[in-house]
């Protein structure tokens, strides 16, 4: 009977192998999707930014136009 015991321990062994290697893979992904979500918010930042900067650009170009023409 020792031996079944000892093909049991393999079996259990081989099971918990196999799980801990998927649990890697699913951590794996989970980094990868984390990855891919943090450069698409830097992406969505850095648009939102260059968006915000000619908005500014156009307010000021538009407030010096009218203090020129005396509106201001």
Request: glycine fraction near 8%; include cysteine; charged fraction near 25%.
């Amino acid at each position: 009977m020792p031996s079944a015991s000892r093909t049991s321990q393999l079996a259990v062994l081989a099971l918990c192998g196999a799980v801990g290697a998927g649990a890697l893979t699913g951590c794996e992904t989970t980094q990868e999707k984390a990855a891919a979500q943090r450069a698409e918010s830097a992406r969505i930042l850095s648009a939102r930014a260059k968006r915000q900067a000619e908005k500014k650009k156009q307010k000021q170009k538009h407030h010096h136009h009218k203090q020129q023409k005396g509106e201001g």
